[in-house]
Every structure is written in structure tokens, then in C-alpha cells.
Nanobody
Framework: QVQLVESGGGSVQAGGSLRLSCVGS??????????VGWFRQAPGQPRDWVAT???????KYRDFVKDRFTVSRDDSKNTVYLQMNNLRAGDTAVYYC?????????WGQGTQVTVSS
């Protein structure tokens, strides 16, 4: 069973930065072939897609994070990152990473990001 573990969340003031990491415990070859990325869930809201990076490093972002967030991956470490700059109060949420491949989907337990204005 693949486990994903996020880290790097915390509390920052508006305009600040955080870098989230997500390490997968599964097979490195499978991770390399996986689409990975991030969702977030604010209190009382549904889980919302944020960013994705494909096995060939194509990236996609939601409009509300474009030019502020950057998703990247290091397949040698089974790790996906989310660099978040110019954070806003509206970015406050629990951030979840996911790994999708071969018809399977795995999720991390989430890491809290709190941005104060």
C-alpha cells in the first residue's frame, strides 16, 4: 500500500512563502510513471484541485494560484513539492498531495497552511 506523507505546512503572514513536500513510500518506478499533485480543502468547503505535474513534467495550475505557486517533482526521492509564494488569507486550507497511476489513486493525510492577513 502506497503511503504519501506531506510536510512543510505552517502559519505565515500574507505575502509570505511556504514549501510543501510530499514523499511517497511506494515503488520508485511507479512514482516516476505517476501523475502527482496537490489539492486543498478550506473549512466547510469541498476539496479543490490546485496543481498537477505529469511524468514528463508538464504542469497545470488552477487560475487562483497561477504565477504564485510552483509544482515540481524529484523522482529519485519519490517526492513532489509545492512552492507557494505571495500567500493570501484565501490560501488557508489543508493541503493534500496525491499520486495517480495505473488506475490507482493515493492520498496523503494533509498538512495545514494558515495565512494571516
Amino acid at each position: 500500500q502506497v503511503q504519501l506523507v506531506e510536510s512543510g505546512g505552517g502559519s505565515v503572514q500574507a505575502g509570505g512563502s511556504l514549501r510543501l513536500s510530499c514523499v511517497g513510500s511506494g515503488n520508485t518506478v511507479i512514482f516516476r510513471l505517476s501523475t502527482v499533485g496537490w489539492f486543498r480543502q478550506a473549512p466547510g468547503q469541498p476539496r479543490d484541485w490546485v496543481a498537477t505535474i505529469t511524468p514528463n513534467n508538464n504542469t497545470k495550475y488552477r487560475d487562483f494560484v497561477k504565477d504564485r505557486f510552483t509544482v515540481s517533482r524529484d523522482d529519485s526521492k519519490n517526492t513532489v513539492y509545492l512552492q507557494m509564494n505571495n500567500l493570501r488569507a484565501g490560501d488557508t486550507a489543508v493541503y493534500y498531495c496525491y499520486q495517480q497511476s495505473m488506475g490507482n489513486e493515493h492520498w496523503g493525510q494533509g498538512t495545514q497552511v494558515t495565512v494571516s492577513s
